[in-house]
């Protein structure tokens, strides 16, 4: 059975594209070393939309306006400029009344995108510059660490990685905080205060890496303006002993947080990258793996929800869980000691 993976690698090679949403100018070059909120393209991008319709304003059929036509798609256009013009001994033109881009042009009208400025795309991650994609943007390649968190806020920023907890399960109080930290990406454990994250943007910190956060802190965890990304979830949770260990051997490194929302759709999710020397590109990681014994496992559902284990036997058939629902199923090994069957539907492997 095949199972989501959680990337939690000590070192591994990631490929990102990162691309405008409308052609634009790439301002980066081939193996150039970029840092996460470094612009490597730009474009200008309008707000509102203008709909001209030519075939009415000539009055013939959408085939024949086309034909008139003397702009195409993605074409920069100025006050003025003719949009189409007949044929014959007394040619009509139709003009473009504002600047703008030609969004689309076709079935006798032309669409176009005026207003707006400059939009500006960011390199997201650490890393080189491994292809140009032209008007568009760039792949960015980061070797290092990687680990995916459950919730982010959407921010991204890079500082040092400095410790406030030496247990996975310690609580984030607001006087943990002073300005020692002040610029700092910190690594902690639960945060169940507003003050905590109030605090944090006095000071105020590149980023906070947090094991778990009341769920009642969302909406001002939202409006910070530094990078959250919380690893195992919402209530008081401890953080995931794989997560735990490889945050705590990496402390004091640069560590950039890529808080984007976690999307299924598109598989992006909160990340946190800390880049790393390699004598020789390590492996890519891999989204989806099959369940195998000796694996890291994460608990998806309560009564063990986070909590890393390892993966001993995969159970022949269906196995009639205590709902009595029979589904496939392995037993697995908790942190603690304690082996219990799981469903596969509720474990993710972390790796």
Not at 59 to 81: C, F, H, I, L, W
Not at 92 to 97: E, I, V
Not at 119 to 133: C, D, F, K, N, Q
Not at 311 to 338: C, D, F, H, N, Q
Request: aromatic share 4%.
């Amino acid at each position: 059975m095949l199972a989501p993976v959680t990337h939690i690698l000590p070192l591994t090679t990631l490929r990102r594209e990162r691309l405008l949403p409308v052609p634009g100018r790439v301002v980066v070059r081939l193996d150039q070393k970029v840092n996460p909120v470094d612009v490597i393209a730009e474009a200008v991008m309008g707000t509102e939309h203008v709909l001209y319709d030519v075939a009415r304003a000539f009055g013939v059929r959408p085939e024949a306006a086309d034909k008139m036509m003397r702009v195409s798609n993605n074409e920069t256009v100025q006050r003025g400029q003719v949009i189409a013009q007949s044929a014959g001994l007394i040619p009509r033109t139709f003009r473009a009344d504002r600047d703008g881009r030609v969004v689309a042009a076709g079935g006798g009208q032309v669409l176009l995108e005026v207003g707006g400025g400059t939009v500006e795309l960011y390199a997201g991650l650490p890393g080189v510059v491994t292809r140009i994609i032209p008007e568009r943007g760039a792949e960015i390649t980061f070797i290092g660490a990687l680990l995916q968190g459950v919730w982010g806020n959407g921010r991204v920023d890079t500082g040092l990685m400095l410790p406030l907890l030496s247990q996975p399960d310690e609580v984030l109080k607001p006087g943990r905080l002073d300005v020692s930290l002040r610029g700092s990406v910190l690594l902690a454990g639960h945060c169940g205060e507003a003050a905590v994250l109030q605090a944090a943007a006095e000071l105020p910190v590149r980023g906070l890496i947090l094991a778990s956060m009341s769920p009642a802190l969302i909406p001002l965890a939202l409006q910070m303006r530094y990078p959250i990304v919380v690893m195992d979830g919402f209530g008081r949770q401890a953080m995931n002993a794989v997560a735990f260990k490889l945050l705590a051997t990496n402390v004091k490194r640069e560590t950039t947080l890529c808080a984007e929302p976690y999307d299924r759709h598109t598989g992006t999710r909160p990340e946190i990258l800390i880049p790393l020397p390699a004598g020789q590109s390590p492996a890519p990681p891999r989204d989806i793996e099959a369940f195998a014994p000796n694996q890291r496992v994460r608990l998806c559902r309560a009564p063990h929800l986070g909590e890393a284990a390892t993966l001993l036997t995969l159970l022949p058939g269906l196995t009639t869980m205590p709902s009595g629902i029979r589904v496939p199923a392995a037993e697995v090994k908790l942190e603690s000691g304690e082996q219990i069957v799981v469903p596969l539907a509720n474990l993710e492997i972390l790796g």
